[in-house]
């Protein structure tokens, strides 16, 4: 559901991201920072739900 809306519907991703909790939220999020989609404020999102701090600090630093 998340992967389908950060192709196609791009302001449902966050409401996604804080409301469903079973995803690999590593694979969504890098997903969402790529140079295609540059959800940058999602994907630090996904990347602090989950604990991935440094994957969260590097996205503030060299993406937003």
């Known amino acids: 559901m998340i992967l389908t809306s950060i192709r196609y ?3 449902k ?6 409301r469903l909790d079973n995803y690999d939220g590593a694979e969504i999020a890098e997903e969402a920072i790529s140079d295609k989609y540059r959800l940058y404020e999602e994907g630090f999102v996904i990347f602090d739900k989950f604990n991935l701090h440094s994957q969260a600090l590097d996205v503030l630093i060299n993406k937003i």
């Not at 991703?13 to 804080?18: G, L, T």
């Open 13 to 18: 991703v966050m409401d996604y991201v804080k």
């Open 9 to 11: 519907e791009q302001n």
